[in-house]
C-alpha cells in the first residue's frame, strides 16, 4: 500500500492532527527546539512520511527541567492531594473521551493494529492513570514509638513524611508510545512530583497528542514537560542533567546502563524497565486448548516487540511435536497488516534497522542448527513487516536463545522428567528476569515452578498478566526496582523522619 493511499485511510482527525506545528511542551507553551532541528516520523506500515516534529537537545531540555523546577516549588506543591488525584483523573477521562484519536495516532506511528491501541490505551492509559489518581490521598508516613537521645517515653515524638521526589526525568521507548507515557506520568503526579517526558525519536506523535490533553485539563505550567529528541542528544542530556532528581527509563539494557552512568553525576535515583527473554514452561497435564493460544500470543503480541515477550519454549518432550507444531500453525495463519486494517492481527516492526536486526537473528538461528518451523523472512513490499518465525530445536548456546531480538521470533526446546530445579535452571539460564509463564494442571508444580523462576513476575495458565495494581519489573539485567502498584509510587517519594523532643 503507498503512503498516500494509507494516509488516505486515516481519519479527518488524524490528518489534521498530523499537519499540525509539532513543537516542544515546556513551562506550559509550545515551543520551537533552540537550535531549530525537526525529527521526521515515518508509518512504519507503510514507510510513508507521516509528521515532521521539533527534536529537542540539551538546551531544550535544561528549559524544560528548569520549567519542571519552578513548578515543582510553586502553584503544584500548593495543591490538596484531592486536587492533584482530580487534576489525574480528568486526564484519564480527556484521553479517554479520545480514544478513539489517540488509537489512531498510535497505530500510525507505531504500527501496532488498532485494536491493540485501543485495547491498551483504555488499560493502560486511561485505567492506569486512574489507579494512581487514587493514590494520590493514600500517600502516609508512619509515627515511630522511640525516644531518641535518652527523653522518657511520653516526652517525644517521631514520624515520617513521604514527600515527592522532586523533578523526574522520564524515557520511554516506541513499542508502546502512549502508554509508556501514562506509566510515568501516573505515579509521579500522584506522588506530587513534576515531569519532563522524552518520548522516543521514533514514535513522538501520542506524548505530543497527550501534551495537548495536559493542556486542555488545567494542569499548572510545567508540571509535565514533553521534549521530543534524539536518545544520545535529548535523552542523555536529561540522563545527566544536575537538576533531575530521579531518572525512569523503560528502554534496552545497553541504554539503561548508560543511565546509570550518566546517572552518576549528581546520583540521581534511577528506575530502569529494560529487555527480557521471557520463559514459557509447558508441562505434559497442560491444558493445550490454552497453552496454544496463550503461547503464541505470548510471543507474537507487538510483533515480539515487547520486554515481556515470552521469547523461549520450554516444552516437555513428550508433548513438544505436539506444541510446536500447534504454535506453527497458529502463526503462520496471523494476518499480518497494516495496522489500520480490521483484518490485521499483527503489524509492521518500528523501523528498517529493526527488520534488519531481526533478520540478522533469523540468519544466526538458521546458522546455529536451529530447525525452522514458520516465518523466517521478511514480507516483500512496503512496510517493515516480518513473518511470525519459530525455531524449534534450539538450546541456551545459540545466541538466538539467549540474547533479546525484540522482534517475532519464538525458540522452542525440550525439556525430559529432570526435577523441576533442572528445568528452571534452564529456564534460568538467562541475563534477563523479567517475566515467566508456567502451564500445567498440578498446583503444586505450578507454585513451585512459580516459585523457582528468577524474574519479577511470573504467570500461570496464561503469560505476561499485567494490571496497573500489580508490581511490574525485572530482576538480574531486567532493571532495577519495580513500576505499577503501591510499590510503583515508592521511587517517586523520598522519606523524612522528623524528630521532636517536647
Ligand atoms: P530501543 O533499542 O528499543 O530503541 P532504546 O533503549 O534505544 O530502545 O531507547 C529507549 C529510549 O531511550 C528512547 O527514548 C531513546 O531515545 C532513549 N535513549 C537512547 N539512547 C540514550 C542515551 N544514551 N541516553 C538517554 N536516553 C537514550
Not at 520511554?172 to 509508556?180: E, V
Not at 546458522?367 to 516465518?375: F, N, Q, T, Y
Request: proline share 5%.
Amino acid at each position: 500500500m503507498s503512503a498516500a493511499a494509507q494516509n488516505l485511510t486515516a481519519s479527518p482527525a488524524a490528518r489534521a492532527f498530523l499537519a499540525r506545528d509539532h513543537r516542544l511542551l515546556i513551562g506550559g507553551q509550545w515551543v520551537p527546539s533552540a537550535s531549530g532541528e525537526t525529527i521526521d516520523v515515518f508509518d512504519p506500515a507503510t514507510e510513508g512520511h507521516l509528521a515532521k516534529v521539533s527534536g529537542g537537545g540539551k538546551e531544550d531540555i535544561d528549559r524544560a527541567v528548569q520549567a519542571a523546577r519552578r513548578a515543582f516549588r510553586g502553584e503544584w506543591s500548593k495543591l490538596t492531594s484531592y486536587e492533584r488525584t482530580k487534576l489525574i483523573w480528568k486526564l484519564a477521562d480527556e484521553l479517554e473521551a479520545n480514544l478513539a484519536l489517540a488509537s489512531e495516532l498510535e497505530t500510525l506511528d507505531n504500527g501496532m493494529p488498532l485494536m491493540v491501541a485501543q485495547y491498551s490505551i483504555a488499560s493502560f492509559g486511561c485505567d492506569f492513570l486512574r489507579y494512581y489518581a487514587g493514590w494520590a490521598t493514600k500517600i502516609t508516613g508512619d509515627t515511630i514509638p522511640v525516644s531518641p537521645g535518652g527523653v522518657r517515653n511520653g516526652e517525644s515524638l517521631t514520624y515520617t513524611r513521604r514527600e515527592p521526589i522532586g523533578v523526574v526525568g522520564a524515557i520511554i521507548p516506541w513499542n508502546a508510545p502512549l502508554i509508556m507515557a501514562t506509566l510515568k506520568l501516573g505515579p509521579a503526579l500522584a506522588a506530587g512530583c513534576t515531569v519532563v517526558l522524552k518520548p522516543a525519536e521514533q514514535t513522538p506523535l501520542t506524548a505530543l497528542f497527550l501534551g495537548e490533553l495536559v493542556k486542555r485539563v488545567g494542569f499548572p505550567d510545567g508540571v509535565i514537560n514533553i521534549v521530543p529528541g534524539l536518545g544520545e542528544s535529548a535523552g542523555a542530556a536529561l540522563a545527566a542533567h544536575p537538576d533531575v532528581d530521579k531518572i525512569a527509563f523503560t528502554g534496552s539494557t545497553e541504554v539503561g546502563k548508560k543511565i546509570i552512568s550518566a546517572a552518576a553525576g549528581n546520583l540521581k535515583r534511577v528506575t530502569l524497565e529494560l529487555g527480557g527473554k521471557s520463559p514459557m514452561v509447558v508441562f505434559p497435564d497442560a491444558d493445550l486448548e490454552r497453552v496454544i493460544p496463550g503461547v503464541t500470543r505470548g510471543a507474537f503480541f507487538l510483533q515480539g516487540q515487547n520486554c515481556m515477550a515470552g521469547t523461549r519454549l520450554f516444552v516437555h518432550q513428550d508433548i513438544f511435536d505436539r506444541v510446536v507444531s500447534r504454535v506453527g500453525d497458529m502463526a503462520n495463519k496471523f494476518r499480518i497488516g497494516p495496522g489500520l486494517s480490521p483484518d490485521s492481527d499483527l503489524g509492521p516492526l518500528i523501523s528498517a534497522e529493526q527488520r534488519e536486526r531481526v533478520m540478522t537473528y533469523v540468519a544466526s538461528g538458521r546458522k546455529s542448527g536451529a530447525e525452522l518451523v514458520c516465518g523466517g523472512e521478511a514480507m516483500p513490499g512496503r512496510g517493515f513487516f516480518v513473518k511470525p518465525t519459530l525455531f524449534s530445536k534450539t538450546n541456551m548456546d545459540m545466541q538466538i536463545a539467549r540474547e533479546e531480538i525484540f522482534g517475532p521470533v519464538l525458540c522452542a526446546q525440550s525439556f525430559g522428567d529432570s526435577d523441576l530445579q533442572a528445568v528452571a535452571d534452564e529456564a534460568n539460564k538467562s541475563i534477563y528476569g523479567l517475566s515467566g509463564s508456567v502451564w500445567t494442571r498440578d498446583i503444586s508444580v505450578a507454585h513451585r515452578m512459580a516459585g523457582l523462576i528468577d524474574a519479577g513476575q511470573v504467570s500461570i495458565n496464561c503469560h505476561a498478566a499485567v494490571d496497573p495494581a500489580i508490581p511490574f519489573g525485572g530482576n538480574k539485567q531486567s532493571g532495577w526496582g519495580r513500576e505499577f502498584g503501591r510499590e510503583g509510587l515508592d521511587p517517586y517519594l523520598k522519606t523524612k523522619a522528623t524528630t521532636v523532643i517536647y
